[in-house]
């Protein structure tokens, strides 16, 4: 029986303590609303904390998506994960990982999440050479206490879901030692109206040996697209291809849907309307193809959360800027023809070195000179920073009416209020996870959470006084 919490985010921590040392709601009978819906607000009550959501709401968004998976993604308490696999089978996963490729070299294993058993399900080591390659030394050396891992539900049994998943990812968060990080941005990105994937976190056994705490973060597939696009989801959907530059580029590697009977007419005419476009076509160009409020709250948040991998963070080609590299998002075209931007991959955001002036945040002289202000970010020659207001989508956007985005982010989930609720909330619940964790020192996590509060108190400033 799922505890009942009492009313009011006023009473969250009292509550939440209860729950999890085991003490709230023993016996009894649920509260007439039901276990999904805890503790909602009495209708017409102010909150009691102005600018906070209730922080069981932060995983749900604007539009909360109801579907077989919401309860799951909404547990309080981590998520337990076992695994049951061959020895040889999961060291050579584990030792082999930077030579493995996709979906071919899932190894089958026994899952069961929370006392519930699945069968056989896949498995795999996560992630690309720049995430995973930093877990290994020069010699192939395993470095990192964990690696992240991808589970593929229908691998070995066609249709076989699990709560309407057909995957789901496990982070073992090498790049953020606070574990919140990806919590915190896609939960912003909902709560402004996007489509982004929710986020849980787990405790993962491999053989009854405790691996420690993960975070579990929805996987974009046909799934996704069902739950977040009803009765529009068999669209093409596209990983890391933005639909500007002077060439598209090879874009039957970036698609993901409707793979054996790719047709790409859609993209190419966004695509190519955007690269004639000039100054005085480009907003109505993005109005065309776009949810321009959408894409406002997406390059919005983007900005706010300092998210230093993410979409915004274009490269050009250094001979002749005919193509742009960025990544970190997928864009998808719905049955109407207009395209939406998900995000992705966001354990690297609130970065408080991050400031860049992009016009429908900070809006800056447009008649910018791109060749002369590219920089470039590496040794690598071949490729230059470009400002985001010189790729033409952002500047349509920069140049349109629709920059009333980040007044609502101020507003909404990126007050100081709201983000220092759900980062207390997170480190109380995550606090017992984190101390069986063999790869984990209490302390250095608590520092961690510190420091993500710092960072989350100067991306503020910084946004509000660039």
Not at 429 to 442: G, H, M, S, Y
Request: charged letters at 30%.
């Amino acid at each position: 029986m799922r505890p009942y919490l009492p009313k009011g985010p006023a009473k969250l921590v009292t509550a939440l303590s209860l729950f999890l040392s085991g003490v709230a709601c023993r016996g009894g009978d649920p509260p007439e609303h039901g276990p999904n819906e805890v503790n909602p607000p009495a209708e017409g009550k102010p909150d009691e904390q102005a600018g906070k959501a209730p922080p069981w709401t932060w995983n749900t968004g604007a539009a909360p998506v109801d579907d077989a998976a919401s309860e799951f993604f909404s547990s309080i308490k981590p998520i337990e994960i076992r695994l049951s696999i061959d020895v040889d089978r999961w060291n050579y996963l584990n030792e082999h990982a930077l030579e493995l490729d996709a979906d071919s070299t899932f190894s089958p294993g026994e899952v069961s999440i929370d006392g519930a058993e699945l069968g056989v399900v896949g498995i795999r080591p996560k992630g690309s050479r720049g995430t995973l390659g930093t877990c290994f030394n020069e010699a192939g050396e395993q470095i990192c206490d964990k690696l992240s891992y991808k589970l593929k539900f229908n691998k070995y049994v066609d249709d076989k879901l699990f709560m309407g998943l057909s995957r789901l990812n496990l982070h073992s968060a090498v790049r953020d030692a606070s574990f919140m990080r990806d919590f915190v941005a896609m939960g912003i990105y909902r709560r402004m109206g996007l489509p982004a994937p929710r986020v849980a976190f787990a405790e993962l056994f491999v053989n009854d040996q405790l691996l420690g705490l993960y975070v579990l973060v929805e996987e974009i597939d046909e799934e996704f697209l069902k739950s977040r696009f009803p009765g529009e989801s068999d669209g093409n959907l596209y990983k890391d291809r933005w639909p500007s530059g002077k060439r598209s580029g090879n874009l039957a590697s970036k698609l993901r849907t409707n793979e054996e009977d790719p047709e790409h007419s859609g993209f190419e005419r966004f695509f190519e309307e955007l690269s004639l476009g000039d100054d005085a076509q480009l907003p109505s160009i993005m109005e065309r193809w776009l949810d321009a409020s959408r894409f406002d709250s997406l390059i919005a948040v983007d900005e706010a959360i300092g998210h230093t991998d993410g979409p915004l963070r274009f490269l050009a080609l250094a001979e002749d800027h005919s193509f742009y590299k960025n990544h970190n998002f997928y864009l998808y075209q719905r049955s109407d023809e207009l395209f939406e931007f998900i995000p992705w991959d966001t354990d690297r955001t609130f970065d408080s070195g991050m400031v860049r002036r992009v016009g429908p945040v900070f809006p800056r002289d447009l008649e910018i000179n791109c060749e002369e202000n590219a920089t470039s970010p590496t040794d690598d020659p071949v490729w230059l920073r470009l400002e985001p207001n010189c790729e033409p989508l952002v500047r349509g956007l920069a140049l349109s009416e629709h920059q009333g985005a980040m007044a609502r982010l101020f507003d909404g989930p990126f007050s100081l209020p709201e983000l220092e609720s759900i980062v207390a909330w997170n480190q109380l619940r995550l606090k017992d996870a984190v101390d069986r964790d063999p790869t984990i020192e209490i302390d250095a996590w608590s520092s961690a959470v510190d420091k993500l509060l710092v960072e989350i108190h100067t991306r503020h400033e910084l946004m509000l006084d660039p």
